[in-house]
């Protein structure tokens, strides 16, 4: 299953200067989106962060980890595996507050998993524990037994085999785990990639919205400059057909000539408002067709994601059968052991014997 998200906050990521270990570099121009995810899959809690194409923060919580709240507005922690620290700057007070307390119960979480895990972990090696000295009394007696070798020469084949499907299982099991380890790097991308995504999404809806508001205006104006050319192109064919049939004398044809020189220029200026507003139009059709675009990358990153979360399921199973094996490995060495110890006692009672007929 893929990671669920727990706690999120908006605030502006910081990370220390690793020359200095003083100054704070920013890691966002603005305030991102901070979570805490849980990953029940490897019983892990981890800060999450993306800004732009990348994760800014990508920090597993550990019972060692603090949150230190430096200022009124401000906390910090330290990530030993990154090898850096986090600062985060907030709005307000009171938005400081709830990450601190979350990140104080994502931190107790972290530990008593931590403690499920190291009791389970013990308790392995205690059976791994019992299980050892058996196999190596019997391998220590097989060293310093060379006639065993010639006596028993089928059981120590066996043996041989078993060895080797417990390398087979080693080998398949370390596979396994880097193709978990894979799948959990390639999720970490496609969940930048989705948060990325989401913000670009929800950036194209607003800037639709807010286009969209625009456009009844943007017509409404079309329409009354529309109408207001409609009229100066009437002044002008009357002031053309007064100018063809003057009233008066020359000096009043040239002050129809520059009325219509200004009403030829208003009219130019009206044509160019209505070519701008139809560009604007077309603006709205191509963020219309981004967000479209974007929601299809999204659906496609959604539909990537479980396709991942098939395979680590397939490689969870087969992990499960490859213990299995294991077990049934273990319970074929123990009986080997059983039947090398009877052929050592067939053994030492064929010596004695031999040592009773040579003292007749």
Request: with cysteine; net charge negative; aromatic share 6%.
């Amino acid at each position: 299953m893929g990671e669920q998200p727990i706690f999120s906050a908006r605030a502006h990521v910081f990370q220390i200067d690793p020359a200095t270990k003083r100054n704070w570099l920013p890691a966002s121009k603005h305030a991102v989106t901070v979570s805490f995810f849980y990953d029940a899959s490897r019983n892990v809690y981890r800060i999450i962060s993306v800004g732009g194409t990348k994760a800014i923060i990508n920090s597993t919580i550990t019972p060692n980890m603090t949150f230190t709240k430096t200022s009124q507005k401000f906390g910090q922690w330290a990530d030993s595996r990154a090898n850096t620290v986090y600062g985060l700057g907030f709005s307000t007070e009171q938005q400081l507050q709830q990450f601190a307390e979350q990140f104080k119960e994502v931190k107790e979480a972290a530990r008593l998993a931590r403690e499920k895990s190291q009791e389970r972990f013990e308790l392995a090696n205690t059976a791994l524990n019992i299980a050892a000295p058996q196999l190596s009394q019997g391998l220590s007696e097989d060293r310093h037994s060379p006639p065993l070798l010639t006596v028993n020469g089928p059981g120590e084949e066996k043996l041989f085999r078993s060895k080797s499907a417990e390398v087979e299982l080693t080998v398949e099991k370390e596979r396994v785990k880097k193709m978990l380890s894979e799948g959990s790097m390639c999720e970490i991308n496609l969940e930048a990639e989705l948060f990325t995504l989401q913000d670009s999404n929800a950036k194209l809806v607003a800037a639709l919205q807010e286009a969209n508001g625009s456009v009844d205006q943007w017509k409404k104006q079309l329409a009354e400059y529309q109408e207001e050319t409609d009229r100066l192109r009437d002044q002008v064919a009357e002031l053309e057909s007064q100018l063809g049939h003057p009233a008066a004398g020359q000096p009043g044809k040239e002050e129809l000539t520059r009325s219509l020189e200004e009403l030829e220029a208003l009219l130019s200026a009206k044509d160019q408002e209505i070519h701008n507003l139809q560009s604007k139009k077309t603006d709205v059709g191509e963020l219309e067709k981004e967000k479209e675009e974007a929601v299809q990358r999204l659906q496609d990153v959604e539909r990537r994601n479980t396709e991942l979360e098939d395979r680590v399921q397939s490689a969870e199973k087969t992990l499960a059968s490859n213990r299995e094996d294991q077990e049934q490995v273990e319970v074929e060495v123990r009986r080997i052991i059983e039947v090398l110890d009877v052929k050592i006692g067939d053994l030492s009672s064929l010596r004695e014997s031999l040592a009773k007929l040579v003292d007749m």
